[in-house]
């Protein structure tokens, strides 16, 4: 893997310290600061028959694993965990003695307690849900092992003032483009983590964000650039002062 930005040179991710030194969160959090992470296709697609997995490269996948062994918390939409058949975190984070939770986003409470989000991982997750959920089903992920959390609105203010108050201040989104979108338009994303595939995907698939009309463009600085194999990994952040 080649470094293009901020000086050309080649990165020894073979030595995991590497690549995390490059995606390394700002020390001293008291706050959730979120960085959301996509994989696109060069002409815009975040799907390949309805999943982001055939968009993927080796690069990508380390990259990914690297965000979640850095996260306090991986927050997903409940669309996007059904459609990637989401498990949940099994490798521990780094400096940490268990993986980070998956904290699913559902207003209805719609997660399968069968799935293999509670199935298939070491540590329960966490289903951000509202008060007005079927009560069926909100004990029926309880008893599934899940850490069921009604509250009175899913507004990106709530959810992170609730993964605040668990003290999950590293936040890694992982979708869908809704969830994208409601935290744009929220003034909410501190970084964007975009690789760029090197397919055509064409279809009719949509883009990595899909929020209300009138959102304020928020300036982005491009922090750096990795290359392999014709996949781009660009990290970007808030514009200094902004």
């Known amino acids: 893997m080649d ?4 000086v050309p040179a080649a990165l020894d991710d073979a030595a995991a310290d590497a690549l995390a030194a490059q995606y390394a969160y700002p020390a001293g959090l008291t706050a ?32 990914f694993g690297v965000l979640r062994e850095l996260c306090d918390v991986v927050l997903v939409g409940a669309g996007t965990a059904r459609a990637e058949d989401y498990r949940g975190a099994r490798k521990p984070g780094r400096g940490r003695d268990t993986p980070p939770p998956i904290a699913v986003v559902t207003g209805s409470a719609g997660v399968n307690p069968k799935s293999r989000l509670l199935t ?15 009560a069926t089903r909100l004990e029926a992920l309880a008893d599934a092992g899940a850490e069921v959390v009604p509250l009175d609105r899913l507004t990106p203010d709530a959810l992170l003032a609730e993964l605040g108050r668990r003290g999950l201040y590293r936040v890694l989104c992982e979708g869908g ?15 964007l983590c975009l690789t760029l595939s090197p397919l055509l995907a064409g279809g009719d698939s949509g883009r990595i964000a899909h929020g209300p009309a009138g959102a304020t463009p928020r300036p982005m600085t491009l922090v750096h650039a990795l290359h392999e194999d014709g996949t781009l990994l660009l990290r970007y952040a808030r514009a200094a002062g902004r």
């Open 3 to 6: 470094r293009l930005l901020p």
């Open 177 to 191: 483009p809704t969830l994208h979108g409601q935290l744009h338009a929220a003034d909410a994303v501190d970084e």
């Open 32 to 63: 959730p600061y979120v960085r959301v992470n996509f994989v696109s296709s060069v002409d815009g697609a975040v799907t390949v028959d309805g999943r982001s997995g055939g968009l993927g490269s080796a690069a990508d996948r380390r990259v």
């Open 120 to 134: 298939d991982t070491a540590v329960p997750p966490i289903v951000l849900t509202l008060r007005t959920a079927p």
